[in-house]
């Protein structure tokens, strides 16, 4: 059970304002103040400094928030493997859209046969999200197609995926072939939004090549990846996915693969959990048997 000063260092960590870490909390900011110093003579180390008006971590504040967090997020979990008792399983964990459409359901339905009085809980959300409920402790561990600080997450690659450009098969692009990136510019680009791994990854393509998504003629930004093969699927642009998401659409000749040739990416879907935890290998094994 963390230390109720452990409790205000990681809410002051979270607003960087020991005001708003009060009024959170619901002490005083003199309280809140007298916790940090308490924090800092334990560990003979600064743990905040002042920029302005603003405060910041210190490279030792860093280091203590990464291990409260996994200490904290270890503690949920204990509490929930104790109040469940020995017999009873749960699955808690979080995964990215793709991953959660078209990866993980055949995997997750051979472990439920496997264990068939398992509880199980999957929250399917972008990545930014699922490392925020991740911290927070409401999620074990989580498959994400997004880009994550790995000094703070254990981390063993499930999934390698083409990342690829798509349109509908009967689409007209612009520019004739050989296709470079540069000639989709002219383009309606269908694109998740902000905070998707499968955004992510094709903003870092583009800006190794000093390109953005705004470079695009029209940009048409939408949350739900269904309607975003659809719309493809009926000549209104293209996009950028991995080939797991429209494998069946480019079988079936609904869809089809713009072959680049200045563009070809593979990029980690990637099983995580809080680096440090006393629990890594129980993580471990879930990833073993997920993973098949």
Known sequence: MLDFRTE?????CKHLNYTKAARVLNITQPAVSQHIRYLEEYYAAKLFLKNGKKIELTQAGAQLRSALIAMKHDDLFLRKKLSR???KKELNFGVTLTVGEFVIPRPVAEYLKKHPHTELRVVVANTQRLLKKLDDGEIDFALVEGYFAKNEYDHIVF??????????????????PPYMLDDLLCERILIRETG?????VLEKCLEEKNLQVSD???VVEISNLSMIKTLVAENCGVTFLYEAAVRKELDERILRKIDL????VEHDLTFIWRQGSVFSDDYRVLYEELHG
């Open 8 to 12: 205000t260092f990681l809410t002051v």
């Open 85 to 87: 008792g020995p017999r």
């Open 159 to 176: 999934r390698t995926e083409p990342y690829i450009a798509v349109c509908g098969n009967a689409y007209r692009l612009k520019k004739q």
């Open 196 to 200: 998707s791994g499968t955004r992510e």
């Open 216 to 218: 695009f003629r029209n």
């Open 261 to 264: 040739n200045d563009f070809y």
